[in-house]
């Protein structure tokens, strides 16, 4: 039957472009949880030095653990590159990652790699506040310089800020808000209700907000400072600042993928990241993460943007430890109040 | 090819219905059709004629029965392996191929060459009178020439059985006596077995060989169109055919062969048939138009009489109207001119021609 | 089992079952086929599905149902879907109706109606957001609108009454699209009847033409029901967080919870009105329209409904509403040719260049899947549409139930199920294009099974027994003469699946992978990543495509109609 024969020959097409394509030598598999526009050159640059190819799909740090997790039993990546470290915490309850130590694990800050080797860092992250310079001038304010800073009524409804379903932002900004409020969890949740009239949107992602912040549709936002810098070098007229109660710092890290099918060009990979190879394109590229490899200097600007800021790390074994938990009782008691 | 013969027997086809039950669309149907022959199925619409032709063709299955086409015995067999020629009511012409195409469609189906089919095709293009028409499509043709697509079609595959189901009641009055003629040159021509459906009586006397008159699921019927006329074995089908009078007469005697009767004051003696009345008791008597002739009463010898109701001029013949004896009695006569025959209200006097006459039974009161 | 016991029914398949199969290799091997496919590509996942929902180590249990729906959040998502869903239903009908009724019951110009049903097309055969991206940039608290030309400060785009608008402008010219054609189809002359009797224009409508119109306004209902309570897209992008809808709560479970058999749970919350409305939709309402449309009205001379000023004022009404689609479209184009769209406004190509590199593989991957989509879930729809319509065979009206459940679900549930039957052994199609393909096929093919049976109803089935008689078997007579007779409703049938297949997202998110990746997908993470020049410029691309595409379908179909074929 002719129906047929054209049935299977066209699935017999697919299967063979897909076989294709996986073919193609020396490629590896990531999810990038970092967003394409700073993901895509550091994996070319990766290729330009190595000749290995990389595959990449974006996801926000939620969606990549999700797949890793789901996809367990038969990883279709190697290596999930980028994140704050509370994503990779979790995945290690999930069994989901393989240990790998590359060559610059010792000489890392101990914040900076988990201590079996499960995860390393490739970047540090801090949070800031960002808000509309139009919007503070109109309600006539001061960047905001403190958490309380926020609760002004003048923000009603005008704070963006990440879901923390989704986005990695999200759990650093809760844990951040638990570190100041001394781990006191009621305390902590007691503030975020308090606020909760102020946010207009919870983003799906972490830099969700900082275009509407940028436009003015909102007025300020709580963001890495990734992102907030972007924002204000494309030219949108915000203003960064700190709480002096301190804010978190998340480290963004890599890891091996347990099963991966392509162990060795992973590992290559991870190599690369967590050496000064590739950190020392952060300023190239103006990416404005702080590198975790000590030997790259943090670029100019970037350092003195955060030279007066209060940050501390945020533990990354407490949050992975609890943050299912958390995010639970954000969802029940602050998403919908 | 030679013609085969088609014989059914004790067809029925049942089915439910929401409201009636149970209902027969044809009961015990058995018919038996002569190779070459013309048979025309007859009857009011719902009797069952188009539902056996159906089972014949094959597009459906007989509950009960069977169906043999020459020596085959075809009841479960599909419609497309039984070698027959359908010509259907609308035509049910391929809108999307040409006359051509249309008719080249069962050789195609057979594999003929070609060449082949080239040449059949337009022999029976030829023969239906189509010429020129090959590319033309369904829809810019009128109905007649439709139909003569859709005839053309069905014998060009030269089957063993040609079935035709109602296909001239699509076509106006004129027509429809142009294409019978046709149809019925055609069939003597090609000699093939035909089974024919129709509900118009004339049209089924015009070409057939044999007629079975059905009703209600049942075959009441069959015979030649004579037959039927002259000699019906029941109300039904004396009334279905013709037109015609039921008069009821008394039985004086009867011999082996004849019936004598008395009605409207004379006395008659006509064809017993298979009747089996007492003496003395009544039977109706099949009287047909043409049966009767009347004339000026004054100087006939008839003691039967009437009075012209009503006179009607049709052309060829004029219809009377009489009153006999408390009864309304139509008659035909052959025109003899402008201004013949009596007039309204005239009495005349009748005269029977016996041996056209019927005879059936009373019916129980 | 045989419902067979309509005469009509009995006359028309010719009788009994069995005993034909046997003799018909051909109907036997594709229903052999075509459940195979079904159990595989549409019972599998759903059985799946519910196994992950009622089953926990083997155990059967409600406790995860009773669990998510007792949570407070999950209960509010509930309520405000079926809330959304009845507001766009009913709204995008009025509105659908308002379009129909001027554009056949009032003289309006038909280079208007032209106009009109140019416009509405658009949201049809444009990727989700598109209405949304012009949205939030039109009311949001420094909006063109809002902000720049109303001075409104502090307003806010996120939330009911923005979903709501953007669903209504996506989903009216469904309604539009169904009630055009009833309306045409009721005859005019009922009307100019009811005039003549003395009856004002305004009572003409309520007593009569309205009336006439209520399966129809029914039907409408259901299916904008229906596609508002499946919106994936647009209640992510603008619903905000004070009103969480279920398909976007079942993703966000799965996707930040890391929770599959939670977002399972919520998306089977879905199911049950889904399937309801469906079927209330399929079974009961669109029988009678089908009935008031046979009456033939073509042809007839153009009717005023209404008096001058009226019709004047529907004419502007709509014009108004296509303006609005139309301004949301231009400000998408803009959006794609301009740097940062609110602040730097300099034109710029570079959006499409970014496309067509990075997003190239994107691209790719999309047309390909696209286009081997197209002719199977073609084929499917016709195949099945035939079979059920026109064949008699055992489990027939099952078959036809079970071959449209796929597009019957909301795509969220589709997608969930497609992951928890394919993502492990014993059968594992997660992360390729085939598993796409097989969504695309069974989902959206179903709806050539409609159209199918539709046109197949117009063609009298005595040129099938024609056919037989002839002495043609079931598939000599399928590809000679049934497949050109249905060829229109193939035809159509392959545009739908195309389009749909560049604009689906909503289940075709949980099943993109490394190596396959779709178009609205990339859309979606632009969006999110607020890229939303590249966003735009992906948008504007996908309704170049789909025109273009159509346009040959069109011009093809055209073709292949012979002279005298059938309309």
Known sequence: MKRRNALVFFLTLTFLAIGLMSAVAQTVNVYSIWPENWARPMFEEFEKATGIKVNFVRFSSGEALARVIAEKGNPRIDVLFGGPVETFAAGIAEGVFEPYKPPVFDKLEPRFRQKDGYWVAIADDPLCFMTNNQFLKENKLQPPSSWEDLLNPAYKNMIQMADARTSGTAVTRIFSILEVNGRNEDKAFAYMKKLRPNVQLYTKSGGGGTLPVGLGQAGAGIFFIVDALDTKAKGYDVAISFPREGIGSAAEAIALIKGAKNPGLGKKLIDWATSAEMQKYFAKYKINFLPANPDVTPEASLAAVLKNAKLFPI??????????????????????? | MTAVEVRVEKISKRYSHAVKGDVFAARDVSLKVEPGEFLTLLGPSGCGKTTTLRMIAGFEKPDSGSIHIGSEDVTFLSANKRNIGFVFQNYALFPHLSVFENIAYGLEVRGRTKAEIRREVGEVIELVGLTGFDRQFPAQMSGGEQQRVALARAIVIRPQVLLLDEPLSNLDAKLRIQMREEIFQLQRRLSITTIYVTHDQEEAMAVSDRICIMNQGELIQEGSAEDLYYRPRNPFVAQFIGRVNMVEAQVLSMSRERLSVEVFGTRLSINR??????????????????????????????????????????????EYILECSDQRLKVMSIDRGWGSGPGKGEVVALTFFEDTIAALEDPKP | MFMHDDPLLNLRRGGGGRAWIRKDPALTASVSILWALIGLFILFPLVSLLAGVFFVKGRFTVENLLEILSTRHQLIAFWNSLWLAFLVGTIGTILGFLFAFTACRTRVPSWLVSVIDGVVLLPLISPPFTTAIGMIFSFGARGLITYHVLGIK?????????????????????????????????????????????AGRLRV????????????????????????????????????????????????QITGMFDIRGGAVISFALLVPSLLVFFLQRYWVSRRVYVTITGKGAGQLAFDSVSAPVAWLLGALCLFVTFTIFYLYALLLFG??????????????????????????????????????????????????????????????SMEIASMLNYALPGTIVGIAYLMAFNAPPIELAGTALIIVALYVFRYGATGIRTTVATLSQIDRSIEEASESLGASSSFTFRKITMPLIAPAFFSSLSVVFIRSMTAISATIFLVSINWTLITVRILENITELSLGPAAAFSVFIVVVVFAVMGVINAAMRRFKSPGAAR
Not at chain 2, 282 to 310: K, M, N, Y
Not at chain 3, 155 to 173: D, H, I, M, R
Not at chain 3, 215 to 230: E, H, I, V
Not at chain 3, 344 to 365: Q, S
Request: glycine residues 10%; contains cysteine.
């Open chain 1, 315 to 337: 533990d990354a074994d407490y949050a992975g430890a609890n943050r299912e938990r958390i995010v639970n009782r954000w969802v029940a008691e602050i998403l919908n109040p």
């Open chain 2, 273 to 318: 048939g298979a009747l089996n009345p007492t003496i003395g008791g009544h039977v109706t008597l099949v009287l047909r138009p043409e049966s009767v002739d009347i004339e000026r009463s004054e100087g006939s010898g008839s003691s039967a009489t009437g009075r012209v109701v009503s006179k009607t001029f049709l052309g060829e013949k004029i």
């Open chain 3, 154 to 198: 502090g307003a806010t785009v996120y939330g009911l009454w923005s979903t709501l608008f953007s669903e209504v402008l996506t989903y009216f010219p469904i309604a539009y699209l169904a009630l055009k054609p009833m309306l045409n189809g009721i005859d005019s002359n009922i009307e100019r009847m009811a005039l003549s009797l003395g």
């Open chain 3, 205 to 252: 409508f309520r007593t009569v033409t309205l009336p006439l119109c209520i399966p129809g306004l029914a039907n409408s209902f259901l299916l904008l029901f229906a596609a508002s309570l499946a919106d994936f897209a647009t209640p992510l992008i603008l619903a905000g967080n004070a009103f969480p809808v279920l398909p976007t709560q079942a993703y966000l």
């Open chain 3, 336 to 397: 794609s040719m301009v740097k940062a769209l609110g602040a730097n406004n300099a034109f710029t190509l570079n959006h499409y260049k970014v496309i067509f590199t990075e997003g190239a593989k994107a691209i790719r991957d999309t047309l390909i899947i696209a286009a081997f989509s197209m002719p199977l879930g073609g084929l499917y729809g016709v195949l099945v549409g035939y079979l059920t319509a026109k064949k008699s065979f055992p489990g027939r009206l």
